[in-house]
T-cell receptor, first 114, second 114 residues
Framework: DADVTQTPRNRITKTGKRIMLECSQTKGHDRMYWYRQDPGLGLRLIYYSFDVKDINKGEISDGYSVSRQAQAKFSLSLESAIPNQTALYFC?????????????FGPGTRLTVT | GDSVTQMEGPVTLSEEAFLTINCTYTATGYPSLFWYVQYPGEGLQLLLKATKADDKGSNKGFEATYRKETTSFHLEKGSVQVSDSAVYFCALSESGGSNYKLTFGKGTLLTVNP
């Protein structure tokens, strides 16, 4: 079984709708991350969490929110989706005791906002 | 701030050709350097890493050497295969307090033809 899973894998939604992307991990890592990938732009960090009570904004957090329900679960919400949030979204985890800090990625969620 | 610049793609090679994907970085301190690979329809996977100057990371026939004097971490493979077709990302993780964060390049698409 995959160590980092994301649901759904694909989603099409309409402008203005609220949508949640979910991430679960079985690696036992404390740190979790949400990235978005756009063609030609690489990956950009949206939010990251060092533990259940420690959540931080990344470089492009506007229009997004997150919830860390448990060590193993980290959800990303788009409160009111807009077309320029169409992208590939990745969840990742890392173990702070690892050296150097390597991240482990889920398979991604392809989101299309029409 | 930290940044990673990698050669723009796409790169198209014939099987058994030599591969080089250039990567240079800007960072304060002494970052760790990574190459991640993204196969079609999948999340990113760590390909190789190097933590200090002159270290050589290697995996699956790929190599990259951490060159502090030229701030570079070029990816090479002597003989590519069709199965190497993927997007390759160079990334760095800053040392010190902010070493949770990966800064990615924009990615280079490699296509290997039989």
């Amino acid at each position: 079984d995959a160590d980092v899973t994301q649901t759904p894998r694909n989603r099409i939604t309409k402008t203005g709708k609220r949508i949640m992307l979910e991430c679960s991990q079985t690696k036992g890592h404390d740190r979790m991350y949400w990235y978005r990938q756009d063609p030609g732009l690489g990956l950009r960090l949206i939010y990251y969490s060092f533990d259940v009570k420690d959540i931080n904004k990344g470089e492009i957090s506007d229009g997004y929110s997150v919830s860390r329900q448990a060590q193993a679960k980290f959800s990303l919400s788009l409160e009111s989706a807009i077309p320029n949030q169409t992208a590939l979204y990745f969840c990742a985890t890392s173990d702070p005791t690892g050296s150097p800090y390597e991240q482990y990625f889920g398979p991604g969620t392809r989101l299309t906002v029409t | 701030g930290d940044s990673v610049t990698q050669m723009e793609g796409p790169v198209t090679l014939s099987e058994e050709a030599f591969l080089t994907i250039n990567c240079t970085y800007t960072a304060t301190g002494y970052p760790s350097l990574f190459w991640y690979v993204q196969y079609p329809g999948e999340g990113l996977q760590l390909l190789l890493k190097a933590t200090k100057a002159d270290d050589k990371g290697s995996n699956k026939g790929f190599e990259a050497t951490y060159r502090k004097e030229t701030t570079s971490f070029h990816l090479e493979k002597g003989s590519v295969q069709v199965s190497d077709s993927a997007v390759y990302f160079c990334a760095l993780s800053e040392s010190g307090g902010s070493n949770y964060k990966l800064t990615f390049g924009k990615g280079t698409l490699l296509t290997v033809n039989p």
